[in-house]
T-cell receptor, first 115, second 115 residues
């Protein structure tokens, strides 16, 4: 069965600090997909990134970067030079090829960036 | 930027009443989903819908729930006889394909409060 664990319930940083949000997943499939979503205080879910299991190349998008390591079943998310607007709940999610299109979400990490 | 539209944003209903939550997915998307998020908890999959039928559903999606695409644009979730524990944020999502290659786009959610 698929499972996503985000061990960090809450993280608080000061603006301009770098912060890494951890995500560890469990799956029996060899083909799977990993996602990160941002949920700001307004409540909507904003898509950030999708990664498939065959692509372990790390990705950078502006201040955001993602580190995918199959050896440790982790898909960590780093925000560089954090800003107050980054304050949100961040969810890591997994879908497996054999379990249809459902997304299994982690518990989420509440990130607070203080000025 | 195309978006998934959900109405209403907030609905209060009495226990035992029927509610219908409405969604307008992105026009060229073929796959539609409902998720729910109980306050402070993770996002949970309810159901996926493709080609006018349910393609997958979770254990949560029991006989009290139903989905429908009554016309070419709307996608609805009906809860037949609401219970207190149905209070949650309900998210509609859509995708171009079943694997979410371009991500799953979520709506802003409907907050359902059952009193």
């Amino acid at each position: 069965a698929q499972k996503v664990t985000q061990a960090q319930t809450e993280i608080s940083v000061v603006e301009k600090e770098d912060v890494t949000l951890d995500c560890v997943y469990e799956t029996r499939d060899t083909t799977y997909y990993l996602f990160w979503y941002k949920q700001p205080p307004s409540g909507e879910l904003v898509f950030l990134i999708r990664r498939n299991s065959f692509d372990e190349q790390n990705e950078i998008s502006g201040r955001y970067s993602w580190n995918f390591q199959k050896s440790t079943s982790s898909f960590n998310f780093t925000i560089t030079a954090s800003q107050v607007v980054d304050s949100a709940v961040y969810f890591c999610a997994l879908s497996e090829l054999t379990s249809g299109s459902r997304l299994t979400f982690g518990e989420g990490t509440q990130l607070t960036v203080n000025p | 930027e195309p978006e998934v539209t959900q109405t209403p944003s907030h609905q209060v209903t009495q226990m035992g009443q029927e509610v219908i939550l409405r969604c307008v997915p992105i026009s060229n998307h073929l796959y539609f989903y409902w998720y729910r998020q109980i306050l402070g908890q993770k996002v949970e999959f309810l159901v996926s819908f493709y080609n006018n039928e349910i393609s997958e559903k979770s254990e949560i999606f029991d006989d009290q729930f139903s989905v429908e695409r009554p016309d070419g644009s709307n996608f609805t979730l009906k809860i037949r006889s609401t219970k207190l524990e149905d209070s949650a944020m309900y998210f509609c999502a859509s995708s171009e394909d079943s694997r979410g290659i371009y991500g799953y786009t979520f709506g802003s959610g409907t907050r359902l409060t059952v009193v």
